[in-house]
């Protein structure tokens, strides 16, 4: 994701630029985005994702808007057909490009998978952007954009001079891998098998830390929200997770402006089965008490 803020960045931003961010957004394309010459704008989010009024009456002129509109990081919403549509109407009036971050919506597992927000764009305002980060894995550092056909010798430009990261060798073998078709049934595979997981999970979770937290699945995703109450701190509870060997983030530290919610970030994809989620689940126990 960095590379792609920093190609879209490099290609289309002047000093001071307004970026709307998402409130609780990405925690991990925070750091770039502060040390960018960008002024960031927090927006927040509720049930049916980014508040598009909210933006535009903290920011109407901004030249960029990040949104993650299948699956919304951290919380797990999808943005609203309302929303997509006004977000798209602002960003045409005000001539604001869309960094559409659609990091995890091959893993869906209720419904059919959603349409990109990009596949609305009309007026060629989205920049869309992919990662084989989930789908294969994250040591890759492979992603991929789909801009506007104005943009793009902007990007060529930039793209020329960029260490994207990841080695001509390894792009090869991903694209024979996809062009053999092993890449689509590989997803088949993954999506079944990460939807036994994400079940037995929030399953065994839910039974072991019994009210101290609620788990509601979303329908899409590697993640889930284990909410905690008001007056419990989520940063210590993660830190004590750490101690005994499991990562979770804490949920507040992903709000900037927002009123922080206390929750823990679990992955599910690497439970094995009911023993490990068990396991894990009891660790996570001992260490809340
Ligand atoms: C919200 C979000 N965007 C993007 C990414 C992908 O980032 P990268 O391609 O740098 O691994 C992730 C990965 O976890 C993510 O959670």
Redesign the pocket.
């Known amino acids: ?2 590379t792609t803020l920093e190609l879209t960045l490099s290609s289309l931003s002047t000093v001071g630029d307004e970026f709307w961010f998402e409130d609780p957004g ?1 925690i ?2 925070r750091p770039f985005l502060q040390n960018a010459a960008i002024k960031v704008v927090p927006v927040p989010v509720d049930e049916n994702g980014l508040m598009v009024e909210e933006g535009k009456r903290l920011s109407p002129y901004a030249k960029f808007a990040m949104v ?1 509109p299948s699956h919304q ?1 951290p919380l797990g919403m999808t943005l609203s057909l309302e929303r997509r549509m006004a977000l798209l109407e602002w960003a045409s009036k005000a001539g604001s490009w869309i960094i559409e ?1 659609d ?2 919506s091959e893993f869906r597992y209720q419904g059919r998978p959603l349409p990109a927000l990009k596949s609305l764009d009309r007026n060629d305002r989205v920049i869309y952007s992919g ?1 084989f ?2 789908v294969m894995f ?1 040591g890759l ?1 492979l ?1 991929y954009v789909v801009a506007p056909v104005s943009v793009l010798a902007r990007f060529q430009a930039v793209a020329y001079n960029l260490n994207a990261g990841c080695p001509y060798l390894f792009q090869a073998g991903v694209a024979d891998f996809i062009a053999e078709g092993h890449f689509s049934g590989h997803l088949k595979k993954m999506r079944l098998l990460y939807a036994e997981r994400r079940a037995v999970t929030q399953c065994v979770f839910q039974q072991v830390l019994g009210d101290r937290v609620r788990i509601d699945l979303r329908p899409g995703g590697l993640h889930m929200l284990a909410k905690l109450g008001d007056h419990e701190d989520d940063v210590l509870l993660a830190d004590r997770a750490r101690e005994a060997g499991l990562a979770m983030h804490p949920l507040s530290r992903w709000y900037i402006n927002a009123k922080p919610q206390q929750g823990l970030l679990l992955g599910f994809a690497n439970v094995i089965d009911e023993k490990d989620a068990m396991r894990i689940a009891m660790k996570l126990k001992r260490s809340m008490s």
């Open positions: 994701m960095r990405y991990l394309a993650t990081s971050d990091y995890d990662t980060s989930k994250p550092r992603a």
